[in-house]
């Protein structure tokens, strides 16, 4: 299991059987795009392994990291690798869904 994490933001992976999971907390915006994207590279091209975010524990996200999910999405799709989006907090579902794109993350 690898940890990121910053004082507002962590990102820990998990790895098991042919899926990985990447489990979110805190606060998913600008400041801590880098951060994010640095975690999520190496696990996008894994085409092997199904590719999955747990939001159980993210408070918030922004414009920013909702376009490194799609693009995510986007490269996944072209590799026809499964990615799925899991446990979705209430007020991030509801962005989701006025936003239109919850419907892309199959859970």
């Known amino acids: 299991m690898n940890t990121n994490k ?3 933001f962590n990102a820990k992976t998990e790895l098991r059987d042919r899926a990985c999971t990447v489990y979110l907390s805190g606060e998913l915006d ?3 795009a880098p951060d994010f994207r640095l975690v999520m590279e190496p696990l996008v091209e894994e085409a092997g392994q199904d590719l999955i975010i747990n939001m ?3 408070k918030y996200i922004d414009s920013t ?4 999910l799609l693009s995510i999405l986007k490269a996944r799709n ?3 690798a499964r990615f799925m ?3 979705v907090p209430v007020r991030i579902q ?3 869904d006025m936003t239109g794109i919850a419907k ?3 859970s």
């Open 78 to 80: 072209g590799m026809e």
């Open 56 to 58: 159980k524990d993210l």
């Open 30 to 32: 600008l400041s801590v």
């Open 85 to 87: 989006v899991e446990e």
């Open 94 to 96: 509801k962005l989701f």
């Open 104 to 106: 892309f993350f199959a």
């Open 65 to 68: 990291g909702i376009g490194i």
């Open 6 to 8: 910053t004082d507002k």
